[in-house]
């Protein structure tokens, strides 16, 4: 399928206006750099858990709901 979606696509251009061919090539290479971008950046890395001690506790009071 993705075959065929490219073969339309370069369909689509050779039928498409010229002055729309400029504008249509400036869309599809900004689309390609985003990918490029999204592709090469890196991933965050998973947390790291690490053992701690609890030094102290407290509790918020209930909430008050009011008319």
Do not use: H
């Not at 696509?9 to 400036?26: K, W």
């Not at 990918?35 to 008050?64: D, F, G, H, K």
């Amino acid at each position: 399928m993705d075959f065929e979606k490219r073969v339309l696509g370069c369909l689509i251009l050779l039928l498409m206006p010229s002055v729309a061919v400029d504008e249509a090539v400036e869309s599809l290479r900004d689309t390609a750099q985003f990918w490029v971008q999204r592709q090469n950046s890196e991933l965050p890395r998973p947390t790291q858990w690490r053992a701690a001690e609890v030094i102290s506790r407290s509790e918020r009071p209930n909430l008050i709901y009011s008319d």
